[in-house]
């Protein structure tokens, strides 16, 4: 079962640390991704990684400001976001799968086999 935690209620300019373990010891090889869904909009990608190597992915509205990483050891992906905005409110789910998707495909949804219940991230003006 993947679990988020770290989602709150902060003002705009602030910052939060989103959690997630994935529910699954990690192997050699996943891809694991944060998508985002505020009410009335489509779900969106956010940010991405991978297991091995230094690849991250992020939308471009998130780039230079959110920061994806991962504790391999500990079995845990976290998203730093700073100067959240209140355009960044909204559920965010860490999605997960035990495979390495390719470059083109990071931001797609299809590809992740395991879902999260999301953890609300609310940016107040």
């Known amino acids: 079962q993947v679990l988020e935690s770290g989602g709150g209620l902060v003002q705009a300019g602030g910052s939060l640390r989103l959690s997630c373990a994935p529910g699954?010891?990690?192997?050699?090889?996943?891809?694991l991704a944060w998508f985002r869904q505020a009410p009335g909009k489509d779900r969106e990608f956010v940010s991405g990684?991978?297991?091995?190597?230094?690849?991250?992915y992020y939308t471009d509205s998130v780039r230079g400001r959110f920061s994806i990483s991962k504790d391999n050891a500990k079995n845990m992906v976290y998203l730093q976001m700073n100067s959240l905005q209140p355009e960044d409110t909204a559920l965010y789910y860490c999605?997960?799968?035990?495979?390495?998707?390719?470059?083109?495909?990071?931001?797609?949804?299809?590809?992740?086999?395991?879902w999260g219940q999301g953890t609300q991230v609310t940016v107040s003006s």
């Open positions: 699954e010891r990690i192997s050699s090889t996943y891809t």
């Open positions: 990684i991978r297991c091995c190597g230094t690849s991250t």
């Open positions: 999605a997960f799968t035990l495979r390495r998707v390719i470059t083109s495909q990071v931001r797609e949804a299809y590809e992740y086999r395991s």
